[in-house]
């Protein structure tokens, strides 16, 4: 059996990441009993994004796109691949809006699926 000190107590935040591992913390237990915090496999598969919140932009703006499990995100404006896209988190992207793009939807391909946007972008 295992000190109960080094186990953690009150898991209290539980997260799935975007790589579909489980994150959380405990407020008591670890080493020097001051809290921990843990990942687990369970081999969820990983989630999609969820939301994006830009309405419109020009040719050749860099569009902030905000959501959820972001990570090594691919984008496009209505079909159109995105010229450059920097992922600086999970929870949003920069993506520069290509030329021939068109007023339409934005897609995000993650490496856990891909989601549109319901809502329009509008290509000014």
Same mark, same amino acid.
């Given at each position: 059996?295992?000190?109960?000190?080094?186990?953690?107590?009150?898991?209290?935040?539980?997260?799935?990441?975007?790589?579909?591992?489980?994150?959380?913390?405990?407020?008591?237990?670890?080493?020097?009993?001051?809290?921990?915090?843990?990942?687990?496999?369970?081999?969820?598969?990983?989630?999609?994004?969820?939301?994006?919140?830009?309405?419109?932009?020009?040719?050749?703006?860099?569009?902030?796109?905000? +959501?959820?499990?972001?990570? $090594?995100?691919?984008?496009?404006?209505? %079909?159109?691949? /995105?010229? &450059? !896209?920097? *992922?600086?988190?999970?929870?949003?992207?920069?993506?520069?809006?290509?030329? +021939?793009?068109?007023?339409? $939807?934005?897609?995000?391909?993650?490496? %856990?699926?891909? /989601?549109? &946007? !319901?809502? *329009?972008?509008?290509?000014?």
């Amino acid at each position: 059996m295992r000190d109960v000190g080094v186990d953690g107590a009150c898991q209290c935040d539980l997260v799935q990441g975007s790589d579909g591992i489980i994150y959380g913390s405990a407020v008591g237990g670890g080493v020097k009993g001051a809290g921990l915090y843990f990942a687990l496999d369970a081999g969820l598969p990983k989630p999609k994004p969820r939301r994006f919140s830009p309405r419109s932009g020009p040719v050749g703006a860099q569009v902030l796109i905000w +959501g959820q499990d972001l990570l $090594s995100a691919a984008v496009q404006f209505n %079909g159109v691949a /995105a010229t &450059t !896209v920097s *992922n600086s988190g999970p929870n949003y992207v920069l993506a520069t809006v290509p030329a +021939g793009a068109t007023t339409g $939807s934005i897609t995000i391909t993650t490496p %856990g699926g891909r /989601a549109s &946007t !319901v809502a *329009n972008f509008t290509v000014q």
